[in-house]
């Protein structure tokens, strides 16, 4: 693997975008292997517009109304602030990371770099071009991690996606040094089993470790066969990244996971994780794997340890992604059913599908387990051509024995909700745009939508950046905690 350096755009279509922009857009060039599968889908939509953040627009839904096309709506206490469409990158919009002034935004076409030191006005500081979807993304000091879950004939940047067939495919985990944030270098490349569809960043001293999470979506692909019952464990050592390397493939389910259909007909089958959100503070972790949910103990990073796992073999499909609360007390697991491609969020669904499901934490160490306790879904219905479904999220940190959380749900947009009574949770804010299409079902909406430093950020697949203030009594207190980084699926301590 050679560093790689900052060449010009070539395309004219790119260049032209970013010249009108006034942005730079750093192309990113590598030696060596590249590949994965995408989630929802790998189309390429446009961009929206930017909207002022002295006239903010948007208003209240009616109890049971549906927005106009494109029409931007929300609750008193959720006021928009700034919209940043892309310029440059033309794939999906994925998952976000904060550091510092900056947030860092995947995309399936690369990333981009965002100053927000000002939240009314963030600026495109660098859009970097590097194929290979999702494209999520971590950040540890100067270094930024990618995961590539699309088949690639290598691994480079400049790389192009191959049937999974190919010898010569390459899926895992791409590593940037961003200390000259105008200019990242790729540094190193990783590949690991299955690919990376995500990755969770595990502080461990000298040492950054990421827990590889990815899965087999059919015994088709001959890179990612069964039994694929774990997750891969890179290690980074931060004063020698380019020395990372795999160093363990723990089994997670050494029993195969749920069987999924037609065992249970409507879930999936369980051949690896989706996604880990570690909380590193209580040595623990949460996985949602597909057709289960694992609560693990990380006290020696490199051999996670599970201690419970639960099914919901009724009202989950596939679970999604995992947040702790802030007393380490409860979990919310979401499932994405439907992919993040169908319209779930709907009469016809009901409020038990494709919804969050609140687990209590009960006992202590080893004898620890997760209880069932509620479901929560968006309670505005949205129109049949919108992909709606739970998908990321993170904690309010409002402290005082409180649980709420920012979530994003593709087109039906941003919730504020609160879960302290884990039975009986509610949604207490709102941010959403109209259906983008209403004579075919479209895809696009809120990816994640993560609060940082008194502010919701919100990467939506089609619009961009979106940029919202909270105002509500019962988060006030979340404006005084101050971060000096984000990544949501390495879940800080808050106070």
């Known amino acids: ?19 009108a922009a006034g942005l730079l857009t750093t192309l990113l060039a590598a030696a060596g292997p590249a590949a994965a599968s995408p989630d929802p889908g790998d189309s390429s939509p446009g961009a929206g517009s930017r909207q002022s953040a002295d006239r903010a627009p948007g208003r209240e839904l009616a109890p049971g109304e549906i ?79 990618l995961s590539t879950d699309s088949s690639r004939n290598d691994d480079s940047c400049n790389s192009v996606s191959q ?22 270098k790729y540094i190193k490349s990783v590949e690991t089993a299955c690919g990376s569809h995500t ?11 990421l827990y590889v999470s990815s899965y087999s979506p059919s015994e088709a692909f001959p890179d990612c066969q069964p039994p694929h019952d774990g997750i891969s464990v890179v290690k980074v050592p931060r004063k020698a990244p380019t020395q990372a390397a795999v160093v363990g493939f723990p089994v997670l389910f050494p029993d195969g996971g749920n069987p999924g259909a037609p065992t249970n007909p409507g879930v999936s089958k369980t051949t690896g994780c989706h996604d880990i959100t570690v909380l590193p503070s209580e040595d623990l972790a949460a996985g949602a794997c597909m057709g289960d949910g694992i609560l693990f103990d990380i006290s ?41 491609g169908a319209a779930t969020c709907n009469e016809a669904t009901g409020p038990n599908r494709g919804a969050d499901g609140i687990y209590d934490i009960t006992g202590t160490g080893d004898q620890r387990k997760l209880v069932f306790r509620g479901y929560f879904k968006i309670p505005r219905h949205q129109a049949d051509t919108e992909n709606c479904v739970a998908h990321n999220g993170s904690l309010v940190p409002v402290g005082d024995g409180r649980d709420i959380m920012v979530q994003a749900w593709y087109q039906g947009g941003v919730s504020v909700w609160d879960f302290t009574d884990s039975a009986q949770p509610k949604e207490i804010g709102y941010f959403e745009r109209g259906p983008l299409t209403t004579d075919r079902l479209g895809l696009g909406g809120s990816w994640s939508a993560y609060y940082y430093n008194g502010h919701i950020y ?23 905690v101050r971060m000096d980084r984000l990544n949501v699926q390495t879940q800080p301590e808050y106070h």
């Open 163 to 184: 049937p999974a067939t190919e010898k010569s495919s390459w899926e895992g985990i791409k590593i940037f040094d961003i200390k000259d944030k105008k200019n990242p």
């Open 199 to 209: 990755h969770t960043l595990v502080p461990g001293g000298r040492d950054i470790y």
């Open 1 to 19: 693997m050679t560093l790689l350096h900052t060449v010009r755009v070539r395309h004219r279509s790119l260049g032209a975008a970013l010249a």
């Open 300 to 340: 020696e990073p490199e051999h996670p340890r599970v201690i419970d796992r639960v099914q919901d073999n009724v009202n989950f499909a596939f679970w999604h992604s995992a947040t702790f609360n802030e007393d380490a007390d409860k979990v919310v697991f979401t499932d994405e059913l439907g992919g993040g």
């Open 458 to 480: 919100s990467n939506d697949i089609v619009k961009g950046l979106d940029v919202l203030r909270l105002d509500d009594r019962r988060t006030d207190s979340a404006k005084r």
């Open 67 to 145: 927005p106009g096309q494109d029409e931007i709506v929300h609750s008193a206490n959720v006021k928009p602030l700034a919209n940043i469409p892309d310029a440059g990158l033309k794939g999906i919009n994925s998952d976000l990371a904060f550091q510092g002034d900056y947030a860092y935004a995947g995309n399936y076409d690369g990333f981009t770099i965002y100053d927000i030191a000002d939240p009314k006005a963030p600026k495109i500081v660098t859009q970097v071009l590097c194929p290979g979807g999702q494209n999520d993304v971590s950040v540890s000091g100067d270094l930024l991690f």
